[in-house]
Protein backbone atom coordinates (compact mmCIF):
# COMPACT_ATOMS: atom_id res chain seq x y z
CA UNK A 1 0.00 0.00 0.00
CA UNK A 2 1.08 3.75 -0.77
CA UNK A 3 1.74 5.87 2.39
CA UNK A 4 3.01 9.32 2.29
CA UNK A 5 3.41 10.89 5.31
CA UNK A 6 4.07 14.60 6.00
CA UNK A 7 5.68 16.34 8.75
CA UNK A 8 7.13 19.42 9.68
CA UNK A 9 4.09 21.85 9.74
CA UNK A 10 3.76 24.45 12.25
CA UNK A 11 3.02 28.05 13.10
CA UNK A 12 6.39 30.49 12.04
CA UNK A 13 6.95 34.36 11.91
CA UNK A 14 6.60 36.21 8.69
CA UNK A 15 9.93 35.94 7.13
CA UNK A 16 10.44 32.82 9.02
CA UNK A 17 11.71 29.13 7.54
CA UNK A 18 10.67 25.50 7.84
CA UNK A 19 10.85 22.30 6.54
CA UNK A 20 8.52 20.26 5.51
CA UNK A 21 9.41 16.11 4.94
CA UNK A 22 7.19 13.84 3.71
CA UNK A 23 8.37 9.75 4.05
CA UNK A 24 6.98 7.72 1.63
CA UNK A 25 6.69 3.66 1.76
CA UNK A 26 4.49 0.94 -0.15
CA UNK A 27 6.54 1.44 -3.45
CA UNK A 28 9.43 2.08 -5.13
CA UNK A 29 10.48 5.61 -4.30
CA UNK A 30 13.51 6.35 -6.58
CA UNK A 31 11.20 5.62 -10.00
CA UNK A 32 8.41 8.58 -9.39
CA UNK A 33 8.30 12.27 -9.01
CA UNK A 34 7.35 13.83 -5.99
CA UNK A 35 5.17 16.95 -5.86
CA UNK A 36 3.86 19.18 -3.27
CA UNK A 37 0.48 20.69 -3.65
CA UNK A 38 -0.92 23.30 -0.74
CA UNK A 39 -4.46 24.44 -0.11
CA UNK A 40 -5.12 27.76 1.85
CA UNK A 41 -8.03 27.42 4.16
CA UNK A 42 -11.15 27.52 2.49
CA UNK A 43 -9.84 27.45 -0.66
CA UNK A 44 -8.71 25.61 -4.24
CA UNK A 45 -5.37 23.62 -4.62
CA UNK A 46 -2.38 24.82 -5.69
CA UNK A 47 0.27 23.18 -6.99
CA UNK A 48 3.71 24.24 -5.39
CA UNK A 49 6.73 22.05 -6.80
CA UNK A 50 7.64 18.97 -8.30
CA UNK A 51 11.11 16.50 -8.65
CA UNK A 52 11.75 13.77 -10.95
CA UNK A 53 12.79 10.82 -9.63
CA UNK A 54 16.58 11.18 -10.02
CA UNK A 55 15.98 14.91 -8.44
CA UNK A 56 17.59 16.00 -12.44
CA UNK A 57 14.26 17.73 -13.43
CA UNK A 58 12.63 20.30 -10.66
CA UNK A 59 9.81 22.87 -11.12
CA UNK A 60 8.45 25.54 -8.88
CA UNK A 61 5.20 27.70 -8.86
CA UNK A 62 5.79 31.38 -9.89
CA UNK A 63 4.40 31.80 -6.48
CA UNK A 64 7.36 30.19 -4.07
CA UNK A 65 9.68 30.08 -6.84
CA UNK A 66 13.46 31.71 -4.71
CA UNK A 67 11.72 31.34 -1.95
CA UNK A 68 10.89 27.63 -1.73
CA UNK A 69 13.27 24.50 -2.18
CA UNK A 70 12.31 20.91 -2.98
CA UNK A 71 14.90 18.00 -2.83
CA UNK A 72 14.57 14.13 -1.90
CA UNK A 73 16.56 11.48 -0.17
CA UNK A 74 16.05 8.28 -2.57
CA UNK A 75 18.27 6.42 0.19
CA UNK A 76 15.93 7.57 2.88
CA UNK A 77 12.55 7.01 0.30
CA UNK A 78 11.83 10.71 1.72
CA UNK A 79 11.09 14.05 0.02
CA UNK A 80 11.34 17.69 1.46
CA UNK A 81 10.55 21.37 0.80
CA UNK A 82 12.35 24.09 2.40
CA UNK A 83 10.06 26.89 2.80
CA UNK A 84 11.99 30.62 3.42
CA UNK A 85 10.84 34.07 3.40
CA UNK A 86 7.33 33.04 4.51
CA UNK A 87 4.58 35.06 3.91
CA UNK A 88 1.21 35.08 5.39
CA UNK A 89 -0.49 33.61 2.20
CA UNK A 90 1.80 30.45 2.54
CA UNK A 91 -0.18 29.40 4.90
CA UNK A 92 -2.37 26.12 3.83
CA UNK A 93 -2.80 22.76 4.51
CA UNK A 94 0.54 20.84 2.26
CA UNK A 95 0.40 17.69 0.55
CA UNK A 96 2.81 15.55 -0.82
CA UNK A 97 1.93 13.79 -4.04
CA UNK A 98 3.15 10.94 -6.03
CA UNK A 99 3.07 10.77 -9.84
CA UNK A 100 4.22 7.66 -10.64
CA UNK A 101 6.51 8.20 -13.77
CA UNK A 102 9.84 9.14 -13.21
CA UNK A 103 9.63 12.61 -15.15
CA UNK A 104 6.63 12.84 -14.92
CA UNK A 105 3.85 15.77 -15.10
CA UNK A 106 1.00 15.60 -12.87
CA UNK A 107 0.20 12.42 -13.16
CA UNK A 108 -0.79 12.36 -9.42
CA UNK A 109 -2.29 9.02 -8.24
CA UNK A 110 -1.58 9.06 -4.12
CA UNK A 111 -1.73 11.64 -1.91
CA UNK A 112 -0.63 11.88 2.11
CA UNK A 113 -2.88 13.57 4.77
CA UNK A 114 -1.46 17.08 4.51
CA UNK A 115 0.50 18.86 6.90
CA UNK A 116 -1.05 22.30 8.07
CA UNK A 117 1.73 25.17 7.92
CA UNK A 118 0.48 28.79 9.36
CA UNK A 119 2.49 31.93 9.19
CA UNK A 120 1.16 34.61 11.24
CA UNK A 121 2.90 36.97 14.18
CA UNK B 1 0.74 28.83 -18.53
CA UNK B 2 -2.46 27.13 -18.97
CA UNK B 3 -5.66 28.34 -16.98
CA UNK B 4 -8.25 25.45 -16.46
CA UNK B 5 -11.59 27.16 -16.08
CA UNK B 6 -14.17 24.78 -13.93
CA UNK B 7 -17.85 25.12 -13.83
CA UNK B 8 -20.15 25.56 -12.08
CA UNK B 9 -18.29 26.71 -9.16
CA UNK B 10 -21.26 25.00 -6.64
CA UNK B 11 -24.63 23.05 -7.21
CA UNK B 12 -26.85 21.55 -5.14
CA UNK B 13 -28.39 18.52 -6.43
CA UNK B 14 -30.31 15.23 -4.62
CA UNK B 15 -29.35 11.72 -4.29
CA UNK B 16 -30.20 9.87 -7.58
CA UNK B 17 -29.68 13.03 -9.94
CA UNK B 18 -27.04 13.01 -12.65
CA UNK B 19 -24.54 15.93 -12.36
CA UNK B 20 -22.01 17.38 -14.91
CA UNK B 21 -19.55 19.10 -14.41
CA UNK B 22 -16.60 20.68 -16.37
CA UNK B 23 -13.17 22.09 -16.99
CA UNK B 24 -12.01 24.06 -19.63
CA UNK B 25 -8.23 24.38 -20.77
CA UNK B 26 -6.68 27.56 -21.92
CA UNK B 27 -5.02 25.83 -24.32
CA UNK B 28 -4.98 22.11 -26.06
CA UNK B 29 -3.58 19.62 -23.25
CA UNK B 30 -4.93 16.28 -25.37
CA UNK B 31 -6.06 13.81 -22.46
CA UNK B 32 -3.58 15.65 -19.74
CA UNK B 33 -6.78 15.77 -17.41
CA UNK B 34 -6.99 13.93 -13.89
CA UNK B 35 -10.80 14.43 -12.12
CA UNK B 36 -10.10 14.34 -7.81
CA UNK B 37 -12.79 14.42 -4.95
CA UNK B 38 -12.28 16.35 -1.87
CA UNK B 39 -13.74 15.55 1.49
CA UNK B 40 -13.75 17.86 4.12
CA UNK B 41 -10.19 17.63 6.14
CA UNK B 42 -9.52 14.81 3.56
CA UNK B 43 -6.64 14.28 1.12
CA UNK B 44 -8.18 14.66 -2.80
CA UNK B 45 -8.83 11.31 -4.05
CA UNK B 46 -7.96 10.36 -7.93
CA UNK B 47 -11.24 9.93 -9.73
CA UNK B 48 -10.39 9.81 -13.51
CA UNK B 49 -6.94 10.37 -15.19
CA UNK B 50 -5.64 10.67 -18.90
CA UNK B 51 -9.30 12.54 -19.42
CA UNK B 52 -11.93 9.59 -19.26
CA UNK B 53 -9.69 6.39 -17.72
CA UNK B 54 -11.58 5.48 -14.51
CA UNK B 55 -9.16 4.90 -11.58
CA UNK B 56 -8.99 1.42 -9.94
CA UNK B 57 -11.80 0.77 -7.06
CA UNK B 58 -14.02 4.10 -7.87
CA UNK B 59 -17.55 3.37 -8.57
CA UNK B 60 -18.41 3.26 -12.10
CA UNK B 61 -21.07 6.20 -11.47
CA UNK B 62 -18.24 8.46 -12.26
CA UNK B 63 -17.12 8.78 -15.72
CA UNK B 64 -15.11 11.12 -17.58
CA UNK B 65 -14.77 12.30 -21.17
CA UNK B 66 -13.58 15.21 -23.55
CA UNK B 67 -9.91 16.16 -25.20
CA UNK B 68 -8.23 19.48 -26.61
CA UNK B 69 -9.80 22.34 -24.14
CA UNK B 70 -13.50 20.81 -22.83
CA UNK B 71 -13.74 18.31 -20.43
CA UNK B 72 -16.53 16.68 -18.43
CA UNK B 73 -16.66 14.47 -14.88
CA UNK B 74 -20.39 13.54 -14.94
CA UNK B 75 -21.36 11.37 -11.96
CA UNK B 76 -24.55 9.28 -12.95
CA UNK B 77 -26.65 8.73 -10.18
CA UNK B 78 -25.85 10.86 -7.25
CA UNK B 79 -25.08 9.12 -3.57
CA UNK B 80 -24.85 10.32 -0.37
CA UNK B 81 -21.39 10.04 -0.35
CA UNK B 82 -20.67 11.93 -3.51
CA UNK B 83 -21.51 15.87 -1.89
CA UNK B 84 -17.64 16.73 -1.81
CA UNK B 85 -15.87 18.93 -3.34
CA UNK B 86 -14.50 18.11 -7.11
CA UNK B 87 -11.14 19.65 -8.91
CA UNK B 88 -10.12 19.05 -12.33
CA UNK B 89 -6.30 18.71 -12.73
CA UNK B 90 -3.73 19.81 -16.36
CA UNK B 91 -1.18 16.69 -16.17
CA UNK B 92 -0.11 17.65 -19.84
CA UNK B 93 2.49 20.14 -18.74
CA UNK B 94 4.52 22.27 -15.90
CA UNK B 95 3.12 25.10 -14.05
CA UNK B 96 0.52 22.19 -13.04
CA UNK B 97 -2.96 23.86 -12.82
CA UNK B 98 -5.97 23.06 -11.03
CA UNK B 99 -9.52 23.96 -11.66
CA UNK B 100 -10.91 26.48 -9.10
CA UNK B 101 -12.89 23.46 -7.94
CA UNK B 102 -16.92 22.71 -7.66
CA UNK B 103 -18.29 21.96 -5.00
CA UNK B 104 -21.88 19.35 -4.58
CA UNK B 105 -24.09 20.19 -2.11
CA UNK B 106 -27.30 18.24 -1.00
CA UNK B 107 -30.36 20.10 -2.13
Known amino acids: EVQLVESGGGLVKPGGSLRLSCAAS????????LNWVRQAPGRGLEWVSS????????YYAESVKGRFTISRDNAKNSVQLQMNSLRAEDTAVYYC??????????????WGQGILVTVSS | DIQMTQSPSSLSASVGDAVTITCRAS??????LGWYQQKPGKAPERLIY???SLQSGVPSRFSGSGSGTEFTLTISSLQPEDFAAYYC?????????FGGGTKVEMK
Open chain 1, 97 to 110: ARDPRGAGTGFLDS
Open chain 1, 26 to 33: GFIFNTCT
Open chain 1, 51 to 58: ISSSGTHI
Open chain 2, 27 to 32: QDIGNG
Open chain 2, 50 to 52: DAS
Open chain 2, 89 to 97: LQHNRYPLT
